[in-house]
Structure formats: C-alpha cells, structure tokens
C-alpha cells in the first residue's frame, strides 16, 4: 500500500496517509460539489489499512470550511476510524479550530457524538 | 427585491466555476470591509449551502418557460444592511415539488436549536448522499449556523413552474 499525499485546492483539502507513520492529515477546505469523488479513495485507503493498522494512529483534521457534501464522506473516514480503534489499536483525533469558530467545534463534537472514540479538541490561537 | 448594499447580484447558470467566482468575490469584499471572522465564516457557509442547493436541484428543462433561459438557470442577490447580511437565491421548480420543500423548510423553521442538532445528526449518520452529491442536510445546516428563520415564496409562473425564492439573513 502507497501512502497518499494530494495538494489543496480552493475547493479540497490537503491529504495526507501516511502508512509508516501511521498518520492520517486533512487540512483546508471541503466544498466540493461532489465529495464522493475526492473522498472514495481515501475511504478505500482507510479501508485496507485497518486490515493491519500500526499500534498507534495519529488523525489531525483541520478545516476551514467543509460543506454538507463532505461532511457525509468525512463520516465515512471516521467510521474507518473508529474500526481501528475498536480493533484495539490507539487511534488519537486531532480535531483543530480557529479561535471562536465555535460553528466547527461544534462539527469535531457531533462526529466524537456519533464515532465513540475521544476527540481532543484544539483552538487554533494566531 | 432585497434593501440596503448589494454585494452580488447575478442571474444566470449556476455552474461549479460561477460558485469558485462569487465565493472568491465575497471573499474579498468581506475582507476589503474588515468584517468579524465570525460573521465571514457563517456568510461563507450559508453561501457554499445556498449556492451548491441551486447545482445540485435546479430543475435543467423549463418547459413551457418562454424566455430563453440558462439550462441552470438562477437568481443569486447577496445585501448588507445595517450588521445583518441576506442571501436570497431564485429558481425554478417543478409545481410537485413544492409541497415536500415547504414542508422540510417548515418543519426546520419550527425547530429549537437542540433540535436542528440532531436532526443534522440524524440525516448525517442515516442518509446516503445522492449520485449527485447532495445529502438533504444544507438547509438544516443554514438553518442551524444563523440561528435564523429561512424565509420563502413560491411565484406562480405557469400549470408547471413555480419560481422559489429563499431569504436567508446572517
């Protein structure tokens, strides 16, 4: 398995898996029309690396904005996650936000409400 | 139709590469004026919803529509007056449709804020986005991030179309 790494556009995020280090980074925004598209094959990425997860994975997800659209297929990417944590491997969530973007706090709290695995909640301070 | 400084008005097809021109236009208005984080934030939000609504559900054949209009035709118009911000999109729709929108944004405008919560999290964690890409969830999502009521009009236009106009004030 590669390691996937994908530049930010205006309309998607920065992606990086990286499965030596058993990193997993989203950052920027997520707005595109159709989210599936740009999401499926990380989603399949998450999916064979579960199969042989390392001990311990790091998630930092850092966003901008996300639209409705992704907000579905980021689900997908942590309930892959949450498959891992299951599994009985340390899976650690970085969820960061700019300060006072309660609007996206609130995001990283309702996906820790759904996934049960313990977010830690980062504020972005300039 | 709308009051007070227009920061965008346009009419016409509502394409991917019009959404990327208006979202980078309001950007820099927003920026020029030194407007609140908070504020530039929800706008940006409440537009990518309102914007990616019109792409993904304008109705592409207007039959019995004599103008010559866009295949993607819509109405985009975004005012400030005083600290409060509208957008206010218009399209075309199909007269069977307009039951099940004025019910969804009715039932939305009846809910608390605790509600609209788990509502956007119940259709986040039950629905499966369409082929198209959306997920039934952006006007819940506006509705939740202004913490206002959406205000709408169904325009007769002929026995087929109605013109559906939405304001939404930030």
Redesign the interface.
Known sequence: MESIYIEST??TPLVRFDEEKGVVEIKGRS???????FYKPLVDWLDIYAKSPLVKTIVNVQLE?F???S???I?DVFKKLEGIHKSNHEVVINWYY?E????ML?AGE?YE??IRVPFKMIEIVD | MSKGDVLIAYKGSITSELINDVLDAVEKKLEDVNEEGKTRKKLYNVLVESLQNLYHHIEETHEGIEEDLDPKFGVLVITRENAEYKVSTGNFINSAKIKYLKEKIDKINSLSRDELKDMYKFILNHQKLSAKGGGGLGLVDIARKTGSKLTYSFYNYNNNYYFFNLEIKI
């Open positions: 205006p309309k707005i595109p029309e159709n989210s599936i598209e904005y639209n409705t659209s907000s579905k297929c689900l700019e006072d973007d309660e609007d609130e309702d409400s759904i």
